[in-house]
């Protein structure tokens, strides 16, 4: 297929290449020209509007902006260039009821409207991206090809007993959740549960390295080593995960962390799964708390923060904001 791809950050620029990769035909653009110009392969557009003159119709534009006005914008703009049977992706962290408002306003003049919540980081080039869509069945299979080629696939994990005659697109990795929206929707609830998957590996961390704590008896302190701790739980641990992998691979680097000040952010999602949960009133203990100990480390930083830190780095490429805790926000 041919696409647009318009934003190429960490992941906008690698799934350009990976679509690439696949035999799929890229037209790239970002504010940053060198950005574009780093894609080989692509066609670098100097605008958005001279992206969408790059495109045949019917045109598929896919959006990898940060959530807010930089993506409200670009969808605007794209309303007034494109035409009856192109289709928008977001498929960056755009809050689901924005996507719903959205869809209808395009739906006005013939455009198709898909949100996609992405999945995998910095990796996802070499792994795949897991991806939550919602939209239209008929826009959703038009872009089959685009999604089949961003999937990881099955690989090596063993199917799953009694899933016979389930959609087999989702063992390559991809789903349609549903009508617009459903996809950032089921994005955001996989981002608040991953808050609280790091959050329960940070403080346990934090644990083991506070048993050499002086204040302990002497005969039950211990100098534990983070770095083979994370290491051997990798290994038959019910506990591993991709996480903890993450987790082994930052402590091997350096097992002090030094590097991390401890200010962890969070972008969103972890924010509007708890206001979902208070929507629904269902009671998410753990979601909130992890939410919470994310403005706490804003204000004083342990180990565990510093681990947390880490996590987002090696999976997603974040570095820590060094901006003062807004309060109100």
Request: aromatic residues 6%.
């Amino acid at each position: 297929m041919q696409i647009g791809i318009v934003g190429l950050g960490r992941m906008g620029g690698n799934i350009a290449r990976r679509l690439l990769a696949h035999g799929h035909t890229v037209a790239a653009y970002d504010r940053d020209p060198k950005a574009a110009a780093a894609i080989a392969g692509a066609t670098a557009a100097g605008s958005v509007a001279d992206l969408v003159q790059k495109l045949e119709a019917p045109r598929a534009i896919w959006l990898m902006l940060p959530a807010g006005k930089i993506t409200e914008d670009c969808v605007v703009q794209l309303s007034g260039l494109l035409a009856k049977g192109d289709v928008i992706v977001d498929g960056g962290n755009t809050f689901f009821k924005d996507d719903v408002r959205r869809a209808k306003a395009l739906a006005e003049r013939g455009i198709d409207y898909v949100d996609c919540g992405t999945s995998g980081g910095v990796w996802g080039l070499e792994r795949g991206y897991c991806m939550m869509i919602g939209g239209g069945k008929k826009a959703v299979e038009r872009l089959d090809p685009i999604f089949a080629a961003l999937a990881p696939g099955r690989g090596a994990i063993p199917a799953t007993p009694g899933r016979q005659g389930r959609d087999a697109r989702v063992e390559q990795g991809y789903l349609h959740a549903g009508p617009v929206g459903a996809g950032h929707f089921v994005k955001m609830v996989h981002n608040g549960i991953e808050y609280g998957l790091m959050q329960a590996y940070a403080e346990g961390f934090d644990i083991l390295k506070g048993r050499a704590g002086k204040e302990l008896p002497e005969d039950e302190r211990f100098e534990l080593d983070a770095a083979d701790i994370a290491e051997v739980w990798r290994r038959g641990s019910v506990i591993s995960s991709w996480l903890l992998d993450l987790c082994a691979i930052a402590l091997a680097k350096k097992p002090d962390l030094s590097e991390f000040e401890g200010r962890v952010d969070d972008s969103g999602e972890g924010r509007w799964t708890v206001a979902a949960a208070v929507d629904e009133a269902v009671p998410a203990p753990v979601l909130s708390a992890a939410l919470y100990a994310r403005f706490r480390s804003r204000i004083d930083h342990t180990f565990g923060d510093k681990l947390l830190s880490a996590m987002r780095n090696e999976f997603g490429g974040h570095v820590e904001s060094h901006a003062p805790a807004d309060a109100k926000k």
